[in-house]
């Protein structure tokens, strides 16, 4: 991979994940405030009570996980406290319910504070919550409630993952397979490791210490030989695959559609088409694993709001999912994808890891004009129009004048997800 694609992997890439990027939602928010005493600020930046925490968690379903004198409860948009701060820990609302603790066994409860499941388990994990389902754990066994706290499998497996289109992968006296929502065994417990069943039609698989990654069908019918150093099959039609360093491509049936001749890298499909590289040159691949846009640039990343920035003698530039040049090739340094119609970029500087990042950054539009100039050490999105910067330790919100509305003391980002 080429040190500039590396950059992401250095660090940089906190700013898109750590959410700088305004995103839609029922109530838009940052979180400002000292360490130990943090606010809730609305979108322009005004606090929704004067009540401080010691933490603040996602939004999720109307409502924010608070921590005060080192205990967890709930408050609405409005900065009520709907659910008082008593248990020792508590995750966000999902469907209604959330997973709470207290004295070291964790329960379950409604929006209103209400128990469903007493605190008596000795772990519940919510990665199945969002289909009604929760794995929880008693006697070092695990099993699977329902939200309205009734067994729908008997705590016998020593794990279970993450159900998806209807199975999940378990573990049994040291050995994986599949199982259904009830509990039912689809493929048998002989495998070292079995996926998730992600895409409906096949799972990746490992036999054991003698084998590689390989992937088959549900009546174990192998549709690649388990020969790979890494084979992960997501939602959708496309396996990712790893062989001797090297990338590769195939669709949920095993027809081989990018032989693993390319660059391994970070990089997945985005807007239907995939970053690939090969003797230090980048250019796309599309889902039928047809190289789309040549494998002509020196650097190069996802596509995002329909283009793509890429490298060429040393400057960046961007081009659409044609190939075609939208904003000239002029920008020297790091270039990230846009977000929310602005693309961030930064000086070009080597990180302790021997990586590309930035530490000063900026920000341009969708016609290559340069809004925020490239001087904070983060910059992105906010709401109203607004930008969130950071500079000299200091995180602000900004406007387009680069006048300071407020500061943003702990966090320059609006932290949210979507509501359920």
């Known amino acids: 991979m080429n040190r500039i694609q590396k950059l992401l992997l250095a660090g940089t890439f906190l ?8 995103q839609k939602s029922d109530f838009e928010y940052y979180i400002s405030g000292e360490e130990n005493a943090l606010q809730v600020l609305n979108r322009e930046g005004k606090p929704i009570t004067n009540e401080t925490f010691t933490s603040i968690g996602v939004y999720s379903e109307g409502l924010f996980v608070v921590e005060k004198d080192e205990k967890y409860g709930y ?10 701060c008593m248990y020792d820990s508590a995750n966000e609302m999902i469907k209604g319910v959330a997973i709470v603790q207290i004295n070291e066994k964790y329960g379950l409860i409604d929006k209103k504070g209400k128990y469903i499941i007493t605190p008596t388990l000795d772990n519940v994990y919510y990665n199945n919550l969002k289909i009604g389902l929760i794995t ?3 006697d070092g066994l695990q099993g699977v409630l ?3 706290g009734k067994v729908k499998i008997a705590n ?45 039609k096949s799972i990746a698989f490992i036999d ?49 559609l990018l032989s693993t001749e390319y660059e391994e890298d970070y990089q997945t499909f985005n807007e239907g088409l995939m970053v690939i590289e090969k003797d230090k040159k980048f250019g796309f691949a599309n889902t039928k694993g047809e190289i789309v846009i040549p494998i002509i640039y020196d650097g190069a990343n996802w596509f995002s709001e329909g283009l793509a920035p890429v490298l060429k003698d040393g400057k960046w530039g961007f081009i659409n999912t044609k190939g075609e040049t939208v904003i000239d090739f002029k920008f020297t340094g790091v270039m990230m994808p846009f977000e929310d119609g602005y693309a961030a970029y930064g000086k070009r500087n080597s990180s302790s890891l021997g990586h590309y990042t930035s530490d000063l950054w900026g920000l341009i539009d969708k016609k290559g004009n340069v809004v925020i100039q490239n001087k904070y050490s ?16 200091k995180k602000m919100l900004i406007n387009k004048n680069e006048e300071v509305l407020v500061l943003l003391k702990y966090e320059e980002r609006p932290v949210m997800l979507m509501s359920n």
């Open 146 to 148: 329902d939200i309205k």
């Open 378 to 393: 983060s910059a992105g999105t906010g709401y109203n129009s607004n930008f969130v910067v950071e500079k000299d330790g």
């Open 136 to 138: 929880f754990e008693k």
């Open 15 to 22: 700013l898109v994940t750590n959410g700088i990027i305004a």
């Open 75 to 84: 408050m609405d948009k409005n900065g009520r406290i709907v659910i008082p």
């Open 208 to 256: 054991n210490e003698k084998t590689g990654m390989g992937l088959m069908d549900l009546k174990e019918n192998v549709l690649l030989n388990p020969e790979y150093e890494f084979v992960f099959a997501p939602k959708g039609e496309m396996v990712y695959l790893k062989k001797g360093g090297k990338k590769g491509l195939s669709d949920a049936s095993g027809k081989l």
């Open 156 to 200: 016998k497996f020593e794990s279970i993952g993450t159900f998806s289109n209807g199975l999940a992968p378990a573990a049994m006296n040291g050995k994986s397979g599949l199982i259904d929502d009830k509990g039912n065994t689809i493929i048998p417990f002989k495998y070292k490791y079995i996926s998730e069943f992600d895409n409906g």
